[in-house]
C-alpha cells in the first residue's frame, strides 16, 4: 500500500512493504528519487535494520547459538503497519514474530517515521527494547537518488573539507586494505570507476552533511549519530545511493560474535533509541 505526505512544496511517497521511500517530488511534479528500475537496481531506498552490510557466512553467533541473518537485515523485505497517516506525517511500525525471533532473537518495536516540514523530508529510526536483556543492532538509510544523466556530471560537497579514505568492501565483507582518495577535499567529482568493486565507505567524518549536485539539481542530506556514509550506484546506472549507516558489513575474521560487530548499538532492557537524517532538494 503506498500512502502520500506533503506540505504544499515537498511530497513524499512511502510503501508499506519495507516503509520504503518510493517517491519523492517538488510541486512542480520534479522526481528526486530512483524510480526503482530492475535493469539496475530493483530497490529505490530500503532501510537496513537489524543489520547493515554483510555477515561472514550470512549469520552470526549469539549467546553460543548460530543464526542466520541475510545482507542489510530483514526489514527491507517485511510488511509494515501503517501506525499514523497525516497530512505531512506517516508512522510505520514492524515487531518480533515468531519467524523474526528465529533470525533475530529479541522482542522489539521499530518504527519509522517519516515527516516534511517546510520543504524538507525528515526520517527518525525508533528501536525499542522489549526484551529483559541487552539488545544489539544496527540502522541505516539507503536512499537512492535520481541522475538521470549518469553520474558523472554530479558531485558531493562535503560540509568542511575531509581527508577521504574509503574502507574496501568486497564480497561483502570489509578488507584489509584502504583506498585513500586524497586530503583536503571538499568537493568529490562522482564516477564509476569509483565503483567497480562495491561502494566508497568513510567512517568518521567530520561533516554532519553532504550535498549531490549537478544538473540543475541540489540534493542536501543532513544526518547525525551515524558513523558511516556510503556512496554506491551500478557500472552506468542513473543513480546514486547515499547511505547513512550506524553499523557497517563484517570485517574479514571477525569473530562473528554479535556483541562485538562494529558499529553496532547498544540498547538496555527497556531503552529507547532515535536517529534521524533529513533531505532537503531544490532544482534550478
Same mark, same amino acid.
Given at each position: ?90 508512522? *510505520?511500525?514492524?515487531?518480533? =514474530?515468531? #519467524?523474526? &525471533? $528465529? ?7 521499530? /518504527? %519509522? +517515521? ?21 539488545? *544489539?543492532?544496527?540502522?541505516? =538509510?539507503? #536512499?537512492? &537518488? $535520481? ?7 554530479? /558531485? %558531493? +560537497? ?127
Amino acid at each position: 500500500m503506498i500512502t502520500t505526505i506533503g506540505d504544499g512544496k515537498l511530497f513524499a511517497e512511502i510503501n508499506t512493504k519495507g516503509a520504503e521511500l518510493w517517491r519523492i517530488y517538488d510541486a512542480k511534479g520534479k522526481d528526486y528519487l530512483w524510480n526503482g528500475d530492475s535493469a539496475y537496481w530493483g530497490r529505490r531506498a530500503p532501510t537496513l535494520f537489524p543489520i547493515c552490510g554483510g555477515m561472514i557466512d550470512d549469520g552470526y553467533i549469539y549467546g553460543g547459538k548460530e543464526y542466520s541473518m541475510p545482507k542489510h537485515g530483514f526489514c527491507r523485505d517485511a510488511e509494515f503497519a501503517l501506525e499514523t497517516a497525516e497530512e505531512n506525517r506517516a508512522v *510505520y511500525l514492524i515487531t518480533h =514474530s515468531e #519467524e523474526r &525471533y $528465529a533470525l533475530y532473537p529479541f522482542r522489539f518495536e521499530f /518504527r %519509522i +517515521e517519516y515527516l516534511i516540514k517546510d520543504g524538507t523530508l525528515f526520517v527518525y529510526y525508533r528501536v525499542s527494547n522489549k526484551d529483559e536483556k541487552t539488545m *544489539y543492532f544496527s540502522v541505516g =538509510s539507503h #536512499e537512492a &537518488y $535520481a541522475c538521470p544523466e549518469g553520474i558523472e556530471g554530479y /558531485r %558531493i +560537497e562535503f560540509e568542511v573539507p575531509e581527508n577521504l579514505e574509503s574502507l574496501v568492501i568486497a564480497d561483502n565483507l570489509v578488507q584489509v586494505d584502504r583506498t585513500v582518495i586524497g586530503e583536503g577535499i571538499q568537493v568529490l567529482d562522482m564516477d564509476y570507476r569509483f565503483f567497480q568493486v562495491d561502494a566508497l565507505c568513510f567512517k568518521g567524518l567530520k561533516s554532519r552533511k553532504v550535498a549531490l549536485v549537478g544538473h540543475g539539481r541540489r540534493i542536501e542530506v543532513e544526518y547525525d549519530g551515524f558513523e558511516y556514509l556510503l556512496l554506491w550506484t551500478k557500472q552506468q546506472a542513473p543513480f546514486l545511493c547515499i547511505e547513512l549507516n550506524c553499523g557497517i558489513d563484517d570485517y574479514v575474521g571477525s569473530d562473528r560474535l554479535l556483541e562485538h560487530k562494529e558499529g553496532n548499538a547498544v540498547l538496555e532492557a527497556g531503552g529507547e533509541f532515535v536517529l534521524c537524517h533529513s533531505m532537503r532538494f531544490s532544482a534550478e
